[in-house]
Every structure is written in C-alpha cells, then in structure tokens.
C-alpha cells in the first residue's frame, strides 16, 4: 500500500516536473540553434543592420526592421484596444446594471475565442478594404487593419482583467467617493482606476506580450516585407510572420538560413519573457491590499 | 452653468461613450459573422465538406481538413489531459508550500505566456527532428499539448481548490490513504470544472494555427491521415493557406472553412459553458 502510494505520488511529480522540462527544451532549442547562427552573424550586426534579408543573395541580418514591424502592429493595437478595454470595463463597474453586466461580459469573451487566423481573413478582406475608402494610400497589406484588428481582439483581455482589478477595490472607498458628492465619472477617474491602477498596468502589460507574440493576424494582413519604418500604411514583416515565411519554404535544415528563425524567435521569446515577468513583478509589489 | 451642472453633464456623456465603447466590439463582430456567413455559405455545402484539396477553388473541399482536425483534437486530448490533471493535482495537494511549488507556479505562469510559435519551433526541434516523428499528426498533437498544458494545470487546481477541506476530512477520518482520497474523493466532485477547463483548452487548440506550421503541417495533403504518423492538415492551416491565394474563388472558400471552425470553436465553447452552470447548481457544499 505504502509503495504504491509512492509510486503514484512519483508519477504525479513526474507530471509536474514535465512543465519544467517545457521551459529548459524552449529555452535550450533557441540557445543551441542561434548559437549556431552567431557564430556567423556577429551579434553587433544582427542588432545595429538595418536591413533583413537572409533568404536573398546578398544577405544581411538585422533584426530591427522585423523588431519594428512587430512593435508598429503591437502600437497599434494597444491604441486600440486600451482605451476601449479600459472604458468599458469602468462601463461595466459602475454604471452598468448588474444584468447588462452578466449578458455582455460573456459575449465580449466570444472575441477572445475566434482563432486568429479567422481575425487575420476579416482584417484583410473586410477590414483593409473598409478603410481604403478613406486613407487613399492605405497599401492591400499594412501594420494598420492588422493592428485595429489584433486591438478588437486583445479587448476582452484588457476589459476583463481591468475589471476585475476595480472590482476588486473595497467597497468603502467608492462610498466614500460618493458621500463627498462625486459623479460617477469622478469617483471612476479619481478613485477607482487610482486605486486599481496596479491591475490596470498588469492588463496592459499582458495584452502588450499578447500582441507582440500574436502570429496569424499579421501574417495574413500585415505583408512579409521587413522593412524600418514607423508609418503604418504600408506592408512590414514583424518577427512571427517571419518565422512563419521560412516554416513554410523549402529551407534546407540546418542551414543558416534554417537557423534564422531561432535568431527571430529567441529575441521574441526574450521580449514576452520580459513584459511577462514584469507584470508578476508589478502583481507582486504593487498590489494594493485592502482589508 | 454651475460646476456640479457640468459635472452631471460629463457623467452623461461618459456613459454614452461606455455604451458606445462596449457595443462596438460586438457589433464589429456581429458584422464580421455575417459577411462570413453571406461569403461562405455559398460555397458550403456537402461537396465541400467531402471533398480532396485541389488547385482549382470550385473543385476544393476541406476532407482532410476537419478530419486532421478530428485527430488532432483526439490526440491531443489523449495526451494533455492525463499530463495536465496530474501536474495539477500534484500541485495542489502534494507539492504546496514548499519553495519547489512555488518555483513550478511561477514557471506555469512563464509557460502560459509563452507566444504559440515558440511552442512550434521547440516542436519542431524536438518531436520533428530529435524525435524524428516527421510533420505527423503525433508530432503536432504533442506540440499543442504541451502548448495548452498551462491552461488545464491552472484550471485543475482551481477546481480542486474548491473542493472544502470537510470532504477530504471525512475520507481521512474513514481511514482512507491520501490516494484513496484524492482518487475516491477530489476528483469525482472536481470532475465537472476540471472537464470545463479540458474544453476550452481543447477549443485554443482547435485555432491553433502557427505552431503547426512552423513543425510542417501541410496545406495540401491529398489523403485523410490514417494512422497517427502519418503527414496532415487542419482547418486553420487550410484557411490560412486559401486566405494568401489572389484569387476571389479562394477566399469564398476560406469564408466556408471559417464557418466549419466557428462552429466547432463555439460548440466547444458552449459545451464548457453549459457544464459550468450545471456544475454550479449541481454542488452546493
């Protein structure tokens, strides 16, 4: 009885233990592979060319064109989605009736549900030519319907986890609020969201690291050319577009060109990485805590 | 017009702008369902459904498409649920509260936030080519799995937690082994949200699209699989690969292949949905 207890117990530990393994393969799998690839390209080019060409004759590895075009669509998206989120979430808490609350909570999760490659056919045919009606320039792919796009997806994340954050400050100071005569409006602007801001900023930060690891939206509507430029009418190429490009050639493995996506992947895996753990750091530190 | 007037006045006018922010969101997507529907169901019918891949657009159907998608959902499932209920249950009832738990919390939380085409290229590396299982089905079914891992951990050990303390008592006042207990008494009543969190991880996975590109998957696969090594296509990739064609004929294609993964994405959806309320009214401690 004893042993098997034992046994069970290692197997469950076991299962746990796998999850760490996830981590050490992941990071592992981007070291060994783009060490490879340093060795070739010298870290200093990859990080100050200016131009990202490794699947043409005349190759060069830079990687900011790509960091661009990923932070462009991630901008983009986030002027979207947190004004928005943050609206309707203050919305939601405190002018919403209880029943408005409970039947559209849900059914703006449904936009978190749509697979993202169903997002990226919408930015591209409804979308891109929706707003070429009004911007004459706007090029067929273009870092902004993508970004609108990834914004109204990335809504419910930012909604959801804000609200949580307000509902979640004591109910005394919002009376509080109220009993010195506030509006809503201020008792939102000037208690609430101050009171919440810990939980905002996380929601933020999360969203953020969603839309910069976010693939199939801009491989489908933001173009595949890398190029370094802040204006969002015109195709770019942001680092998982990329990575997409080359999975779907004929790239020989092992070969340089092979290698780049681990180089491409291991510099998006060092920003979510980052963004990720300051979010828990802020959770940690910063959290108000009432009683 | 008095201060507090003015003040009455913003108050208003936020609240239109609340109403107008939290319904803009649902009408895009209203509107984004229905052109779907009027694109795609055109071309939706049962040829479609029963069809090869083909280079010519009306000749297309997306057979091996949701029958890849079938087997990627069984796999999957046969791979992540046992993984991901055991991790968590393990970190709920025998790992807490040591600095180990809480290394494996945190490195949880690090995973779930890891980007999806990460988890292709870590497949890719180590099923495709270490492993050498080829762009297979078992191949891409591993990588989603290890992908939604996170979600059923979190899930599982929310729906443990909330199984109370008197029950696991009783179990031990009744003589019953910490195994016994868990087995005889947890699991049966977290069963409902833990099902719950499997099916929504199942519906992410559905969608999944770049890690199974970036490991191989192929958009034409003139076969449906038959065996778990054998090369594939799902859904998405086959959306995703009409979505980049030129032509108009493919994109009402894609259109009638979004309409068959809504409607898997939302029966899932649903599913997880309805057992969640049944769970809640079922149980009252």
């Known amino acids: 009885m004893r042993v098997s207890e034992k046994i069970i117990e290692g197997l469950l530990w076991l299962s746990a233990v796998i999850t760490v393994l996830v981590t050490i393969g992941i990071i592992w799998v981007l070291l060994s592979e783009s060490i490879g690839f340093f060795r070739e390209v010298s870290l200093v080019e990859f990080l100050t060319e200016k131009e990202w060409t490794p699947l043409f004759a005349n190759k060069k590895f830079g990687i900011m064109p790509l960091v661009a075009g990923t932070l462009l669509t991630t901008f983009v998206a986030i002027a979207v989605a947190l004004p928005l989120g943050l609206t309707i979430a203050i919305y939601l808490n405190e002018y919403a009736h209880a029943r408005m609350r409970q039947v559209v909570k849900p059914l703006l999760e449904v936009l978190a549900t749509i697979p993202t490659v169903v997002y990226g056919f919408f930015a591209l045919t409804v979308v891109t030519p929706f707003l070429q009606q009004f911007i004459p320039g706007l090029a067929g792919f273009n870092a902004l319907s993508a970004g609108i796009v990834m914004g109204i997806m990335i809504i419910p994340m930012i909604s959801s986890l804000s609200e949580d954050a307000i509902s979640s400050v004591p109910r005394s100071l919002r009376e509080a609020a109220y009993g010195m005569g506030s509006t809503r409006l201020q008792t939102s602007f000037g208690v609430m969201v101050p009171a919440a801001s810990s939980g905002i900023v996380v929601s933020v930060i999360l969203a953020i690291s969603r839309a910069v690891g976010e693939t199939m939206i801009v491989a489908v509507a933001a173009g595949q050319q890398p190029r370094l430029t802040l204006n969002p009418l015109v195709p770019i190429e942001t680092i998982t577009t990329y990575i997409v490009q080359v999975s779907m050639g004929d790239v020989p493995q092992g070969s340089l060109e092979y290698k780049t996506i681990f180089a491409a992947g291991i510099t998006l895996f060092v920003f979510t990485f980052a963004l990720n753990n300051l979010s828990f750091w802020i959770k940690r530190k910063y959290q108000e805590k009432y009683d | ?285």
Do not use: H
Not at chain 2, 254 to 259: C, L, M, N, S, V
């Open chain 2, 1 to 285: 017009m008095t201060n507090s007037e003015l003040n009455r006045l913003k108050d208003k006018a936020f609240q239109v702008f609340g109403i107008f922010c939290t319904f803009i969101g649902l009408v895009v997507l209203g509107i984004f369902l229905i052109d779907i529907i009027i694109e795609g169901s055109r071309r939706l019918d049962w040829d479609f459904l029963t069809s090869l891949p083909s280079r010519r657009a009306s000749k297309a159907g997306i057979m091996t498409a949701w029958v890849g998608t079938l087997w990627i959902l069984v796999l999957t499932t046969l791979i992540a649920l046992p993984l991901g209920v055991a991790a968590g249950l393990y970190l709920e009832e025998y790992g807490k509260k040591s600095r180990w738990g809480d290394f494996l919390e945190i490195n949880i939380a690090n995973l779930a936030g890891v980007p999806s085409i990460i988890y292709g290229l870590l497949g890719l590396e180590i099923f495709v080519r270490q492993m050498r299982l080829g762009s297979s089905l078992l191949a891409g079914a591993l990588t989603l799995s290890l992908l939604i891992l996170p979600i059923i951990i979190v899930t599982t050990r929310e729906a443990i937690k909330a199984v109370p303390r008197s029950i696991r008592d009783g179990s031990y006042a009744l003589g019953a082994s910490k195994w016994q207990t868990v087995w005889n008494q947890v699991l049966p009543a977290a069963f409902g949200s833990i099902l719950t969190g499997i099916i929504l991880a199942l519906s992410r996975a559905v969608g999944e699209t770049a890690p199974l590109i970036v490991i191989g998957a192929l958009a034409y696969v003139p076969f449906t699989p038959s065996s778990p090594l054998d090369e594939f296509t799902v859904l998405p990739i086959q959306i995703f690969n009409w979505t980049s064609r030129p032509q108009a004929a493919f994109l009402e294609n894609a259109a009638a292949a979004i309409i068959v993964l809504l409607v898997i994405t939302f029966l899932l959806n649903g599913l997880a949905v309805y057992l969640r309320n049944r769970q809640q009214r079922k149980i009252k401690w």
